[in-house]
């Protein structure tokens, strides 16, 4: 059973950082798999945040871009991602996800990913 948890989430003020981590578990060829963050804020609809493809470029939201930086442990099973200058519009649950191997399509859209954790809530708040 593959299991996806997310931490490191919690209440920062403006300009601040966080860095989440998500331990994956039950997840085989996690060293060749797509995995990726997306966030949900009240009221919106989900959005890819960074994707960590296999053998292939890296891919973030434009909103993240120059702030944001995704990383992975493969020894560890372990996908993070450092979230720098943080602004009031990054407040949202924020969730890590698994998809395909081996190439398969990592794009910053929910289709491509086929597990997800439960969540970890960041807020930005002065």
């Known amino acids: 059973q593959v299991q996806l948890t997310e931490s490191g989430g919690g209440l920062v003020e403006p300009g601040g950082s966080l860095r989440l981590s998500c331990s994956a578990s039950?997840?085989?060829?996690?060293?060749?798999?797509?995995m990726g963050w997306f966030r949900q804020a009240p009221g919106k609809e989900r959005e890819g945040v960074a994707t960590?493809?296999?053998?292939?470029?890296?891919a973030y939201a434009d909103s993240v871009k120059g702030r944001f930086t995704v990383s992975r442990d493969n020894d560890k099973n372990s996908l993070y991602l450092q979230m720098n200058s943080l602004n009031t519009d990054d407040t949202a649950v924020y969730y890590c996800?698994?998809?395909?191997?081996?190439?398969?399509?990592?794009?910053?859209?929910?289709?491509?990913?086929?597990?997800w954790g439960q969540g970890t809530q960041v807020t930005v708040s002065s």
């Open positions: 039950g997840l085989t060829t996690f060293d060749r798999r797509c």
């Open positions: 996800a698994a998809g395909g191997w081996n190439g398969a399509p990592c794009r910053l859209t929910s289709g491509d990913f086929h597990y």
């Open positions: 960590f493809p296999f053998a292939d470029k890296f």
